[in-house]
């Protein structure tokens, strides 16, 4: 067995939790998939990932009293004991424990403080993965997109980045990703020397795997190894218009009482894992006004995380970097879906539904509303 004091890069000790908290959109997926993979081998290495899903959201609920899902009455927030039992496990353990959850990353002063207090300052080091916020937006309208929301790319952006209206999508974005004020809250209660910022390099996809297997002491390639069993691909224009619609057509951003979280589920895996996109098929764009935006954000960004003093993996300028893109870009320029997205989506959907003895029609999941979603996906 090895001795985690010695052989991870933050010196760890013994009980000592790595809490990861994100942010959202830096590869968290990736990083939890591979973890939750390699439970089988961790242990020979005095590293855990505990429990059995692919990510901590219910002991980050837990220690949050933030309620779980996103569906108007959705299930209320896990019993404390989801989150004390979780660090008393952490303790006890004669090793790391990885707690890994991006939803970490939006807890308030108040609760970050309580969260430290009950692992204990000594006990705990505070991962921090950043990208590029420029190549984060994309991904977050597509995020948000999940959740029900109805608007397009462009009036997103001009909702997030020039504050014309206050929509409550707009507040979650800033919470997630006002990074500066992220680092800035967990190096002043745990100490900065106690923080790691993971700079994400989209031109080194392997790059996260090795900075965490540093991390933790682990071998070179133990978690890269694991990083097949990944499937978080972003959407394509066609494919986010489609979602976009459909949560038009059925009331999204009230909840989707129509259906359920399974159907929901199931539809976007059922198009986002199953079929691959043709080669042509167009990803979403930025526009360079967004672009410019996001880069005086982030250049305030690089210059908070070079004074906080917190430890740094990669190329922190990378998150600085003034990316370029089209001069503009129009909600309205996609007037046809691609045909495999929407049936790949239905059977989804249909395929994530509890056994019935008659698949369910479009009319029936969607409840009177089967007509105005055919126009919708026809682009009338």
């Not at 939790?17 to 998939?33: F, N, R, S």
């Not at 590293?47 to 309620?67: K, L």
Request: one cysteine or more; glycine letters at 8%.
């Amino acid at each position: 067995m090895t001795d985690p004091a010695s052989g991870n890069s933050v010196g760890l000790k013994r009980g000592s939790i790595l809490l990861h908290i994100g942010v959202h959109k830096t590869g968290t997926t990736a990083i939890q998939d591979a973890l939750s993979h390699a439970r089988p081998e961790l242990s020979q290495w005095d590293v855990q990932y505990p429990g059995n899903a692919q990510a901590h959201r219910r002991v980050a609920s837990s220690a949050m009293n933030r309620r779980l899902g996103w569906q108007v009455g959705g299930a209320p927030a896990p019993e404390p004991a989801v989150w004390e039992n979780f660090v008393k496990n952490a303790h006890a353990f004669q090793g790391i424990t990885v707690c890994s959850s991006e939803f970490f990353a939006e807890s308030d002063d108040a609760t970050a403080g309580e969260i430290v207090e009950r692992i204990g300052k000594g006990n705990v080091h505070v991962i921090i993965t950043l990208r590029n916020l420029g190549k984060i937006l994309p991904s977050a309208w597509q995020q948000i997109l999940k959740s029900g929301y109805e608007n397009g790319y462009v009036h997103w952006l001009k909702n997030a980045l020039t504050e014309v209206e206050n929509e409550p999508k707009t507040e979650v974005f800033w919470a997630r990703h006002r990074h500066d004020i992220v680092v800035e809250r967990w190096a002043k209660l745990v100490g900065s020397d106690r923080v790691t910022v993971v700079v994400v390099d989209d031109s080194n996809r392997d790059g996260i795997y090795h900075d965490f297997e540093n991390l933790l002491g682990l071998p070179k390639d133990a978690l890269l190894k694991q990083r097949k069993h990944t499937m978080n691909r972003s959407m394509t224009t066609a494919e986010s218009e489609l979602l976009r619609r459909l949560n038009e057509v059925v009331g999204g951003s009230k909840g989707w009482k129509t259906y359920g979280n399974a159907v929901h589920d199931g539809l976007i895996k059922g198009m986002v894992e199953g079929r691959t996109p043709d080669a042509n098929e167009p990803k979403l764009q930025t526009p360079q006004w967004a672009l410019d935006i996001a880069a005086r954000y982030a250049a305030t960004y690089v210059a908070a995380i070079k004074a906080s003093g917190v430890n740094v993996m990669g190329d922190v300028e990378l998150l600085g970097s003034h990316l370029k893109g089209p001069t503009e870009v129009n909600d309205n320029a996609v007037n046809a879906i691609a045909l495999d997205a929407a049936v790949a989506a239905i059977l989804g959907a249909i395929g994530n539904r509890k056994a019935t003895t008659t698949p369910p029609t479009i009319s029936t999941l969607f409840k009177g509303k089967a007509s105005k979603l055919r126009r919708s996906i026809a682009g009338k």
